[in-house]
DNA sequence: TCTGTATTTAACCTATCAGTTATTTAACCT
DNA sequence: AGGTTAAATAACTGATAGGTTAAATACAGA
């Protein structure tokens, strides 16, 4: 099922998250989506320091988020969205738990799982 | 619209996304996928001493992505999903970009944004 | 080939993270 | 009260993240 390419490091989903997981790469990818940018472009605009957005963008490349390009002297960036992807998918099996009011899903897991590993005598309601 | 809870910490996604990144704690929801659980319950299956899982439940409490209840001498975590929905919300901003295919879309981009920022021609200015 | 531009890499600094052991707090049960 | 169990907190440690400045690399153009 999983296409697992797993080339660029190790946990997948973890990379993603992580990568994900700083403001500045965020807004990094922001500007990726109206489409491929140079280095230059994309730091400026963020007050980053070129050494900085290349950190961030390897960080992003590591987890698959970005491409990068040589076009000449500059090095054009693209959003990669597969990583993407596959957190969506991660999360899809989290959706139950939002989708209907969240009373339904406690009462339902109260019923589907009277205890949950503990013992229940101190349960008065 | 946004419901802003930001009172547990500033950065709302960013948090979630931290919290998300370690596979520990998402093995710590998964298992709360199943039913609330106390902290002891959740720290042995995954080999975890107390402390250790007590700072990844205080992590996930700070993200929002649990809560935690006194009952008798254990406390009970709970999943909270607003976070991810919140985190799917922002995901599905990117979704077009892996819905139709790769190709489709890159094109699409092409012709909305003939030259990124690139300019070859600035320079003669 | 020399020069300027774009970007990366190296070396370093500080803060935060995930884990540890030891101690403390909280609630239960006699 | 005393003892036991559940969990949190404190204090410490090694690893990693994000930033810096300075040097190196890659390409373009005269």
Redesign the interface.
């Known amino acids: 099922m999983s296409p697992a390419p797993d080339r660029l490091v190790p ?1 997948h ?2 990379a993603t ?2 990568a ?4 500045t790469r ?1 807004a990094i ?1 922001a500007r990726l ?6 280095v230059g ?1 994309l730091a400026a605009p963020l007050g980053l320091s070129l050494p900085a957005a290349s950190k961030h963008l390897t960080v992003l490349e590591r987890a698959g988020l970005v491409s990068r390009h040589r ?2 002297q ?1 090095r ?1 960036c693209r ?1 990669e ?2 990583p ?2 596959e ?2 998918g991660w ?1 899809q ?3 139950r ?2 989708d209907d009011s ?1 009373e339904r ?2 009462a339902y ?2 019923q ?2 009277p205890q ?3 013992d229940q005598n ?1 349960r008065g309601a």
């Open positions: 946990d989903l973890s998250l992580s994900l997981a700083d403001p965020r990818l989506a109206q489409g491929p940018a140079p472009s076009r000449a500059w054009d959003l969205a597969a993407l992807r957190l969506a999360l099996t989290y959706r738990f939002w969240m899903l406690h897991l109260e589907l799982q949950p590993d503990t101190h």
